[in-house]
C-alpha cells in the first residue's frame, strides 16, 4: 500500500515515537515510559534506528543530537508522554469509555489504554497521518481494531463537531480529550476553532493539551533551544501559536473548563526523570495543562 508524502507537520509525527521506542531498550526500572508497541507503528528505516538504539553509545548519540537543537528535548517528550499516560489511565479508572485523540500522530494509547475501559478511541489528525496509521495498523492487527474511529481532518478549516458526530462520537458522554503536541502548529484562530468544538463536551469530560511557551515563540527567551526556534519558527514557520503560563487557565475558562493542573520542567524532573536515577535535563519550553468541563 502506497501512502502519500506526508507535508511537513505531519512528518513531525515520527520523532516522537522513535524517542518512546529508543525508551523500551533501557530496563524497566530506569524507563520513564513504557510503550512496547511504539517501534510497531514506525517506517522500516526507523525501525532500524531504534533497533540500533540497544547500544547505549547509538542511543547517547541521537540523545545528544536531540537536545542539540533544543536543551532537554529527549527528555520532555519522554516525559509528555508519560504524563499524558498518567492522564489517560486516570481517567479509564474513573470510568470514562469515550476517548478523542486529537492529532493522535503515531500514538499508541488508544491500542495499550483504552481497551481496559471497554470504550471507544476516535483518532483524530491530518489525512496523510490517518492513512498512514491505518497502513500500520493493518500491519500490526490485520484491521483497525474494532473500538477505534480513524478521523482525517485538518484542524485549521474543518467543522471538529460536524466531522467527529459523524463519526459517532456521542455529545452527551463524557469524555477524556488529549490533545498533544499540536497547538503550536495551528495558528490562534484554529486553536480556538478547537476550543470552541471542546466547549461543547459533556460535564465531567477532562482535556489535556500542551502549548509551546509564547516568550519563546517571540525571541525572548530560547531556553537553550535556539536551533529549534530557528528551524521551526523562523525557518520552516511551522510554529505559530504560544501561550503565556499564567494564561492558560482564563484561556479555558472562556469555553468552559476548570485548569485543575499545569506541569512543565520542574514537575517532570521531581515525577519522572528523578525516580529513575538518570541525569536528564528536560526543556523549558513546553507544558502541559489538564482541565475538567463544569
Same mark, same amino acid.
Not at 501512502?3 to 515515537?17: D, E, F, I, S, Y
Not at 537543537?69 to 489517560?88: E, P
Not at 476517548?99 to 478511541?121: E, Q
Given at each position: 500500500?502506497?501512502?502519500?508524502?506526508?507535508? +511537513?507537520?505531519?512528518? *513531525?509525527?515520527?520523532?516522537?515515537?522513535?524517542i518512546?521506542?529508543?525508551?523500551?531498550?533501557?530496563?524497566?526500572?530506569?524507563?520513564?515510559?513504557?510503550?512496547?508497541?511504539?517501534?510497531?507503528?514506525?517506517?522500516?528505516?526507523? %525501525?532500524?534506528?531504534?533497533?540500533a538504539?540497544?547500544? $547505549?553509545p547509538?542511543?547517547?548519540?541521537?540523545?545528544?543530537a536531540?537536545? &542539540?537543537?533544543?536543551?532537554?528535548?529527549?527528555?520532555?517528550?519522554?516525559?509528555?508522554?508519560?504524563?499524558?499516560?498518567?492522564?489517560?489511565s486516570? !481517567?479509564?479508572l474513573?470510568?470514562?469509555?469515550?476517548?478523542?485523540?486529537?492529532?493522535?500522530?503515531?500514538?499508541?494509547? !488508544?491500542? $495499550?489504554?483504552? +481497551?481496559?475501559?471497554?470504550? $471507544?478511541?476516535?483518532?483524530?489528525?491530518?489525512?496523510?497521518?490517518?492513512?498512514? &496509521?491505518?497502513? %500500520?495498523?493493518?500491519?500490526?492487527?490485520?484491521?483497525?481494531?474494532?473500538?477505534?474511529? /480513524?478521523? +482525517?481532518?485538518?484542524?485549521?478549516?474543518?467543522?471538529?463537531?460536524?466531522?467527529?458526530?459523524?463519526?459517532?462520537?456521542?455529545? &452527551?458522554?463524557?469524555?477524556?480529550?488529549?490533545?498533544?503536541?499540536?497547538?503550536? #502548529? /495551528?495558528?490562534?484562530?484554529?486553536?480556538?476553532?478547537?476550543l470552541?468544538f471542546?466547549?461543547?463536551?459533556?460535564?465531567?469530560?477532562?482535556?489535556?493539551?500542551? #502549548?509551546?511557551?509564547?516568550?519563546?515563540?517571540?525571541?525572548?527567551?530560547? #531556553?537553550?533551544?535556539?536551533?529549534?526556534?530557528?528551524?521551526?519558527?523562523?525557518?520552516?514557520?511551522?510554529?505559530h501559536?504560544?501561550?503565556?503560563?499564567?494564561d492558560a487557565?482564563?484561556?479555558?475558562?472562556?469555553?468552559?473548563?476548570?485548569? @485543575?493542573?499545569?506541569?512543565?520542567? @520542574?514537575? #517532570? /524532573?521531581?515525577?519522572?526523570? $528523578?525516580p *529513575?536515577?538518570?541525569d536528564?535535563?528536560?526543556?523549558?519550553?513546553?507544558?502541559?495543562v489538564?482541565?475538567?468541563?463544569?
Open positions: 500500500m502506497t501512502v502519500t508524502k506526508r507535508p +511537513p507537520a505531519a512528518q *513531525t509525527a515520527l520523532g516522537p515515537m522513535v518512546a521506542a529508543c525508551e523500551q531498550h533501557l530496563p524497566a526500572s530506569q524507563r520513564v515510559l513504557s510503550d512496547e508497541l511504539a517501534v510497531q507503528f514506525l517506517p522500516p528505516g526507523l %525501525r532500524l534506528v531504534v533497533g538504539c540497544r547500544w $547505549r547509538v542511543r547517547d548519540l541521537l540523545t545528544d536531540t537536545d &542539540k537543537k533544543a536543551l532537554g528535548l529527549w527528555a520532555s517528550v519522554l516525559s509528555r508522554k508519560r504524563y499524558a499516560d498518567d492522564k489517560v486516570e !481517567a479509564v474513573a470510568g470514562i469509555e469515550q476517548f478523542v485523540f486529537l492529532g493522535a500522530g503515531l500514538d499508541t494509547r !488508544a491500542y $495499550r489504554l483504552v +481497551p481496559s475501559a471497554g470504550g $471507544r478511541a476516535f483518532e483524530i489528525d491530518l489525512p496523510a497521518n490517518i492513512a498512514y &496509521k491505518r497502513q %500500520r495498523l493493518e500491519a500490526v492487527y490485520g484491521r483497525v481494531p474494532d473500538h477505534v474511529v /480513524l478521523v +482525517p481532518v485538518d484542524f485549521q478549516t474543518d467543522d471538529l463537531a460536524d466531522v467527529l458526530h459523524a463519526h459517532g462520537l456521542s455529545p &452527551k458522554t463524557p469524555t477524556m480529550f488529549v490533545w498533544e503536541a499540536v497547538t503550536q #502548529y /495551528l495558528s490562534e484562530d484554529g486553536v480556538r476553532r478547537t470552541a471542546l466547549a461543547q463536551a459533556a460535564v465531567g469530560s477532562r482535556l489535556i493539551f500542551t #502549548y509551546v511557551r509564547k516568550d519563546f515563540l517571540d525571541g525572548i527567551d530560547f #531556553y537553550g533551544a535556539e536551533r529549534a526556534h530557528q528551524d521551526f519558527v523562523v525557518k520552516q514557520r511551522m510554529w501559536f504560544g501561550l503565556d503560563p499564567d487557565r482564563s484561556l479555558l475558562l472562556g469555553y468552559g473548563w476548570a485548569e @485543575r493542573e499545569q506541569v512543565g520542567r @520542574r514537575d #517532570y /524532573l521531581a515525577r519522572y526523570i $528523578r *529513575t536515577g538518570r536528564l535535563p528536560v526543556s523549558e519550553i513546553e507544558r502541559f489538564y482541565g475538567e468541563k463544569e
